[in-house]
């Protein structure tokens, strides 16, 4: 996988949090920084956690994983439970709760519902950047007092290309589901991206090869692989879809594999 962003560092924004920057900065082999760059992508640590900044003017704002509160909170509460198109997709049924690869994580909303519905989930990214987001985005869930008691036992994340990661799993590691959400082309006209998704896109570029990543879920779900797609895209590859799930804006596209 070519590497298609430039180099990425990360700056304490006080000297409370040096010692936790330098532990990300080791884990995710970022550069260290002592103050933000003029220009590009650098991440930030302080009181609200990791941030995704663009230096000068005219970039997004922050960005930055929260499992606890805003958007996530609220599709925790009202986004539809296990009737929800997402879990039905996945095949949540009264009393089975899927094992899940998210192999495409990105900031982790997916995967983060379908733990809160009961799924483990392992979250592979395979983006430094997205990963330390993500790593700071779990930990501050793991400390929420509604969060607590199953963040940590039922999300783990693996840095790495999901390609490889999904080879090299042994039998009994094989997940139910393997679940891709690849980043869609910029600029398609049927597709709304909100500010965090322009900011991946900017960061990272588009998923070239989603093909041979379908292919390798294929081998590894027991039970099947679902693909997000905008409502009015094709299907990811010329491979068929077994079925699909709509909703308003989004279509999973189900591929049976028992
Ligand atoms: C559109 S985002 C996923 C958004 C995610 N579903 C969410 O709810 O936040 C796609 C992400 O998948 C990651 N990705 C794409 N191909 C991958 C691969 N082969 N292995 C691991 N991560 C991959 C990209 O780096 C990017 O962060």
Same mark, same amino acid.
């Given at each position: 996988?070519?590497?298609?962003?430039?180099?990425?560092? /990360?700056? =304490?924004?006080?000297?409370?949090? %040096?010692?936790?920057?330098? *532990?990300? !900065?080791?884990?995710? &082999? +970022?550069?260290?920084?002592?103050?933000?760059?003029?220009?590009?992508?650098?991440?930030?640590?302080?009181?609200?956690?990791?941030?995704l900044r663009m230096a000068g003017e005219g970039g997004h704002g922050p960005v930055r994983v929260d499992f606890?509160?805003?958007?996530?909170?609220?599709?925790?509460?009202?986004?539809?439970?296990?009737?929800?198109?997402?879990?039905?997709?996945?095949?949540?049924?009264?009393?089975?709760?899927?094992?899940?690869?998210?192999?495409?994580?990105?900031?982790?909303?997916?995967?983060? /519902?379908? =733990?809160?519905?009961?799924?483990? %989930?392992?979250?592979?990214? *395979?983006? !430094?950047?997205?990963? &330390? +987001?993500?790593?700071?985005?779990?930990?501050?869930?793991?400390?929420?007092?509604?969060?607590?008691?199953?963040?940590?036992?039922?999300?783990?994340?693996?840095?790495?290309?999901?390609?490889?990661?999904?080879?090299?799993?042994?039998?009994?590691?094989?997940?139910?589901?393997?679940?891709?959400?690849?980043?869609?082309?910029?600029?398609?006209?049927?597709?709304?991206?909100?500010?965090?998704?322009?900011?991946?896109?900017?960061?990272?570029?588009?998923?070239?090869?989603?093909?041979?990543?379908?292919?390798?879920?294929?081998?590894?779900?027991?039970?099947?692989?679902?693909?997000? *797609?905008?409502?009015?895209?094709?299907? +990811?590859?010329?491979?068929?879809?077994?079925?699909?799930?709509?909703?308003?804006?989004?279509?999973?596209?189900?591929?049976?594999?028992?």
């Amino acid at each position: 996988m070519p590497q298609r962003m430039p180099p990425i560092g /990360v700056i =304490a924004e006080q000297s409370l949090f %040096v010692p936790a920057a330098r *532990r990300l !900065a080791e884990r995710y &082999a +970022l550069a260290r920084l002592s103050r933000p760059p003029s220009s590009g992508y650098f991440l930030s640590l302080g009181g609200e956690g990791l941030e995704l900044r663009m230096a000068g003017e005219g970039g997004h704002g922050p960005v930055r994983v929260d499992f606890a509160a805003g958007a996530m909170a609220h599709r925790r509460r009202f986004g539809g439970g296990r009737g929800q198109a997402l879990a039905r997709a996945v095949g949540l049924k009264p009393g089975y709760n899927p094992r899940v690869w998210d192999a495409t994580a990105g900031l982790g909303r997916d995967g983060f /519902v379908l =733990a809160s519905l009961g799924c483990q %989930v392992t979250l592979c990214e *395979r983006s !430094a950047v997205v990963a &330390a +987001l993500l790593d700071d985005g779990l930990q501050r869930a793991a400390l929420d007092p509604e969060l607590a008691s199953w963040v940590e036992t039922r999300l783990s994340l693996v840095n790495q290309d999901a390609r490889e990661a999904l080879a090299k799993l042994g039998q009994e590691q094989r997940p139910d589901v393997v679940y891709l959400d690849p980043m869609y082309p910029p600029g398609k006209a049927h597709v709304l991206v909100k500010k965090e998704m322009r900011a991946l896109q900017q960061l990272l570029g588009a998923d070239t090869d989603s093909a041979p990543l379908l292919e390798i879920a294929l081998a590894s779900a027991r039970r099947r692989v679902v693909v997000k *797609r905008p409502q009015r895209a094709g299907p +990811l590859t010329a491979r068929p879809p077994t079925a699909a799930v709509t909703s308003k804006k989004t279509r999973y596209d189900l591929y049976v594999t028992v």
